[in-house]
């Protein structure tokens, strides 16, 4: 088996995520997209991962790439059929490549904040075995405005009524950061608008209490990171049965 991973920026990666596939024996091909590399054909790929990045989805004059990740993710959910993870940006694309609507929060969202899955997520296969209410990290500015036809909300926030999305019962979009690891925050603050954002929301201590917050609830996290690789691994292999 063989998944694609699309990286806007080389320090936002799959984080916890690669240990996982690794021991699912599972191999990865990654477009760097910092670094110019193409998109390839998708024929080779049980499941696409999109990967969060401080651009916006409508930067396209900036990021020009950006006009064919939407096509190639429509494409890959909508004539491909291939499970699909977008976190944060990735989830914004997965919105709007399929006909939904991003715009900016009225202030970020940055912390470690609490999520509740709704009714419809508590029910979902991604989301088996997670409790109602999870602590998670957020690190955002925008947010899915309007989902795509066929949409469905499987948690939201106080501050973000999307926090995850089905479309289907192969895409996934989550808005929260389950992919961290012990150098996650200080990989991220290295981004200028991240730094920004998240100084404008906790202040100029803001990246030592997030460090110790995470620490805090580090391992609880990945236990969570790897309830979701483990329900999404399922509903790969049942795509790639039904396939063939």
Not at 23 to 34: K, M
Not at 94 to 105: D, R, Y
Not at 205 to 226: I, P, Y
Request: proline share 4%; hydrophobic share 45%; glycine share 8%.
């Amino acid at each position: 088996m063989k998944f694609l991973v699309i990286k806007h920026v080389v320090v936002e990666g799959l984080g916890i995520f690669e240990k996982f596939i690794s021991q699912a024996g599972i191999a990865i091909d990654t477009v760097e997209l910092e670094k110019g590399d193409p998109f390839p054909n998708l024929e080779n790929y049980e499941a696409l991962w999109v990967m969060g990045g401080p651009m916006n989805v409508d930067d396209e004059l900036d990021y020009p790439w950006l006009i064919e990740e939407k096509a190639l993710i429509q494409k890959a959910v909508e004539n491909f059929k291939i499970p699909y993870i977008g976190i944060c940006l990735g989830a914004q694309l997965l919105a709007v490549a399929l006909g939904g609507e991003v715009g900016p929060m009225s202030a970020p969202e940055v912390g470690l904040l609490p999520i509740t899955l709704t009714q419809t997520g508590l029910n979902d296969s991604l989301m088996s075995g997670l409790s109602e209410t999870l602590k998670v990290l957020q690190w955002h500015g925008q947010e899915v405005k309007k989902l795509p036809l066929g949409s469905k909300v499987l948690a939201n926030s106080d501050h973000c009524h999307i926090q995850a999305f089905s479309v289907g019962k192969l895409s996934y979009g989550l808005q929260f950061h389950s992919e961290i690891t012990d150098i996650t925050v200080d990989d991220w603050i290295q981004i200028p608008e991240y730094r920004a954002d998240l100084e404008r929301v906790l202040g100029s201590e803001g990246t030592r209490d997030l460090k110790q917050a995470v620490s805090l609830q580090f391992s609880m996290m990945n236990t969570h990171a790897k309830l979701l690789f483990d329900n999404f691994l399922t509903i790969v292999k049942e795509q790639k049965n039904t396939m063939h």
